[in-house]
């Protein structure tokens, strides 16, 4: 990753930029001095674009959102600007600092950027942060394109200050990484704010936040107050039969679904401009409200006394389309012969992913899995069927130990509990830790492939190498795994399947917590050319086995044999280490 030529960028020029790089030059231009993230989908390019920068500018990894949030307060305690950027499951692990510096306040400007997710594109919900932000009583923005994803971080920040609130961007997957054109602008360099002792606004015990709550009430009722005067909400009337109140995405397939319709346009999505709202209304025939998942802004238009339209005839499930307002508001249905036929491309690991050669061996034994958040998510379809649970960071570890608890070890002899490194690192350790007090038995296994990988192959705490692309202490996880008191613990390669095999039987057979650890990197961290495997037809009986780890690079001919497309070969061998009868070869490299 390079360093971003600021000379290159000649201010005023209006240049194409994805909505996550769109935000991350809004906290540029904005003067953010320190900002924390942990990756996710739809968020993680905002830190990526945002670290190459480097003007007074700092970025880090956090090992996961909550820490990455107190990152950001504690920079905006000390007076500088400062962000959290998460995609919206992260917040609910923010949560907890997340509500309490909305009683707080802020010193620096802070604003916390989330990612929703509609669609369920890459999360296990699709729940929407503004109505988690607005029971925080947090000021929420939400843009409408790249270009408003850069000045609405601006603003965020000018928000923040002047109110004293911590502010929510509200993105979405469309958004986040679809491209549009932003004009440039010099980054700002507010004064960094003194510190003052304050321990009434800063020590958050009860009677301290008794006197906060209502000092961001007031503040919040202000924000109220001038909202209908803010610029990033924007009424445009057209034909008044028909006027349309939406923000964020939705407002583009509003304007191709209806071109001629009256628009309020809501870049501030909580509070509301009631007076903008209510003026609107009145001067429309028929108002609707078009808002992707809850219906946010529609319950409070409707508690206003207003007649709209709205969750009766759109959905509360999955993204929104502009055939989908025009069947809802005009009736008309979508010519579907215009419809492009795509095949079903189901989710399946890498070519030599390791985590496929971990699950051949627990199939083999007939072992069930507590899954976690991670590219071995995938270890849940067909072929390899081994993943049982997953409900989200962390959660396998500890959904072991509630199995166990709840019906002893014999119950759970054929379980183990699967979790990434950097998901380990993310909340996995409290959940063993857990297990280590509680006197708990089961067998953990932290699949090591050295990255965070579903996300894009982002540094973490055991890589040795920050966001910054420093170098720093990598975590031993071995022996972290020892020192919170764990006695059985075994790293083992990945491709390794006979020592693998060994030791899952060995683990599983200990009385107490074993923790195995399977090293091998991610496929796609490699960047040497490794030796491809070819098939020999004439040797294959037609057994199978090296096709039940599902590696798409392999295939079955017509007439039974097994195929192998070398452009696809990784080289990882467990096919040949699989197939017993020399019907699988490695291809010698050519000078």
């Known amino acids: 990753m390079t360093e971003i030529d600021k000379e290159s960028f000649n201010i005023e020029e209006r240049v194409l930029m994805l909505g996550n790089a769109a935000i991350a030059r809004g906290a540029y231009e904005a003067g953010v001095k320190v900002s924390a993230a942990y990756p996710g989908t739809p968020s993680t390019e905002i830190s990526e674009n945002l670290v190459q920068y480097k003007d007074s500018l700092y970025c880090e990894w956090s090992p996961n959102e909550k820490v ?16 959290a950027s998460m995609k919206h499951v992260g917040f609910n692990v923010a949560a907890d600092p997340v509500y ?9 400007g802070l604003v916390f950027v989330v ?13 929407d942060t503004r109505m988690v932000a607005k029971a925080a009583k947090l000021p929420v923005l939400e843009p409408s394109d790249s270009a408003e994803a850069k000045d609405f971080m601006i603003e965020a920040f000018k928000i923040s200050e002047e109110f004293d609130r911590p502010v929510v961007v509200r993105t979405t997957t469309r958004l986040a990484h679809s491209q549009g054109y932003v004009t440039l602008g010099k980054r700002t360099r507010p004064e960094d704010k003194p510190y003052k002792r304050n321990p009434a606004k800063n020590v958050m015990m009860p009677g301290n936040a008794k006197g906060r ?12 107050k001038v909202a209908d005067d803010l610029s990033i909400n924007k009424v445009v009337y057209r034909d008044n039969k028909i006027g349309v109140i939406t923000s964020g995405i939705p407002y583009q397939y509003v304007r191709e679904a209806l071109p001629n319709a009256s628009t309020l346009k809501l870049g501030l999505v909580n509070p509301l401009p009631m007076g903008l709202i209510k003026e609107f209304a009145s001067k429309v025939e028929t108002l609707y409200v078009v808002e992707e998942l809850d219906p946010l802004i529609e319950e ?33 249905e979508p010519d579907m012969r215009k419809a492009a036929s795509v095949p079903q491309r189901p989710p399946i690991l890498c070519p030599g992913c390791p985590h496929r050669s971990v699950y051949s061996v627990l199939k083999r034994l007939k072992i069930h899995a507590a899954g976690d958040i991670g590219c071995y998510t995938l270890g849940a379809v067909a072929p390899l069927e081994v993943v049982d649970t997953t409900i989200c960071m962390g959660s396998g ?20 509990a699967v979790i990434g490194d950097s998901t380990f690192l993310h909340t996995g350790v409290n959940s063993l830790m857990n297990m280590v007090y509680n006197k708990a038995t089961g067998t953990v296994i932290v699949l090591d492939n050295s990255t965070t990988g579903m996300t894009g192959q982002q540094e973490h705490a055991a890589t040795g190498k920050t966001l910054q692309e420093e170098e720093t202490v990598a975590i031993d996880l071995a022996n972290l795994c020892h020192v919170l008191g764990v006695s059985f613990v075994r790293e083992v390669n990945s491709f390794d399947l006979k020592t693998l095999e060994d030791t899952v039987k060995e683990a599983q057979a200990f009385e107490g917590i074993s923790v195995i650890i399977t090293k091998s990197p991610c496929v796609l961290l490699s960047k040497e050319r490794k030796p491809r495997y070819y098939d020999i037809p004439e040797n294959c009986k037609k057994c199978g086995m090296c096709l039940k780890p599902g590696c798409p690079a392999m295939t079955k001919r017509t007439d039974g044999t097994v195929a192998i497309d070398i452009t696809m070969c990784t080289g990882c061998g467990l096919c040949y280490d699989l197939c017993k009868f020399g019907a699988i070869a490695l291809k010698k490299e050519e000078n």
């Open 100 to 108: 309490t510096v909305s009683y707080m306040g802020v010193n620096g």
């Open 397 to 416: 570890i500890s959904s072991l130990h509630g199995m166990e608890k709840a019906k002893g070890r014999e119950y759970i002899k054929d379980w183990v």
């Open 115 to 127: 990612a929703d997710d509609p669609g369920l594109y890459s999360s296990q919900n699709e729940q």
């Open 213 to 224: 709550h209502e000092e961001i009430e007031r503040q919040n009722d202000l924000l109220a």
């Open 300 to 332: 409070q238009v409707r508690a206003l006394g207003i007649k709209v339209t709205g969750k009766e005839i759109f959905s509360r499930l999955g993204e929104y389309s502009a055939n989908m307002i025009r069947k809802g508001i005009l009736g008309e």
């Open 68 to 83: 990455a949030a107190e990152v950001a307060i504690g920079a905006s305690i000390a007076g500088v600007r400062a962000m």
